[in-house]
């Protein structure tokens, strides 16, 4: 089973710019991974699928400021012009073997 | 759009059985080639996938899970259930229904399938305790 490594936490100022990161384990390297953002009192968001390639399919509506990207093993959300509401946390999820595998998720917070 | 609505108990004893029914509405449980899963979130923890079924009842579950929970799907009723038997403390948590959508594409080997969630359901909470 791959198993996916996020970074507990991340911060960035209002209007910058933030890579999240989410690394496939050892032979897992070629795996695709989605990203979700969860915030409080709201459901849950699929935000974009992102394969080795580097090319990604974002969700529906989710705005332009989100982008993703992929180097070797990891797998990057980037938010550009953080806005308030982006604050979240933010989680990379895989799919092998009939079993889904989430990682441990990144709180982001917008200063 | 599609949308997903939990609904059951909120609080649930020890050694019972938790049960929770996820209804789907703008668009058919049938329909495509989804899978219907469930999410779940213990407080100050991340998430973790329970299991899933297809509308013939094709089924997969977490190992960890997969001696006490129970999937099942209504597709008269547009709804699919979850069963988590024989409940403790630690399975206290947010629960969310959601879809699966697949992604399938050809490599060396073949053809691979990557199942994604692409729509969530708002959660609810389920406090097991006496």
């Known amino acids: 089973q791959p198993v996916l490594t996020q970074s507990s936490s991340a911060s960035a100022s209002l209007g910058s710019s933030v890579r999240l990161t989410c690394t496939l384990s050892s032979g897992h390297s070629t795996y695709i991974i989605s990203w979700h953002q969860l915030r409080p009192g709201t459901a849950p968001r699929y935000l974009m699928k992102v394969e080795v390639s580097g090319s990604y399919t974002k969700g529906s509506g989710v705005p332009d400021r989100f982008s993703g990207s992929s180097s070797g093993a990891d797998r990057y959300l980037t938010i550009s012009n953080l806005q308030s509401e982006d604050e979240a946390d933010y989680y990379c999820e895989t799919w092998d073997d009939n079993t889904r595998v989430f990682g441990g998720g990144t709180k982001l917070t917008v200063l | 759009q599609v949308q997903l609505q939990e609904s059951g108990p909120g609080l649930v004893k020890p050694s019972q059985t938790l049960s929770l029914t996820c209804t789907v509405s703008g668009g058919s449980i049938s329909s495509g080639t989804f899978y219907w899963s469930w999410v779940r979130q213990p407080a100050g923890k991340g998430l973790e996938w329970i299991g899933r079924i297809y509308s013939n009842g094709n089924t997969n579950y977490h190992p960890s899970l997969k001696s006490r929970v129970t999937i099942l799907v209504d597709t008269s009723k547009n709804q699919f259930s979850l069963k988590l038997s024989s409940v403790t403390a630690a399975d206290t948590a947010v629960y969310y229904c959601?879809?699966?959508?697949?992604?399938?594409?050809?490599?060396?080997?073949?053809?691979?399938?990557?199942?994604?969630?692409?729509?969530w359901g708002k959660g609810t909470t389920v406090t097991v305790s006496s």
């Open positions: 959601a879809r699966d959508n697949v992604q399938s594409g050809r490599y060396y080997a073949g053809i691979y399938y990557y199942y994604y969630v692409d729509v």
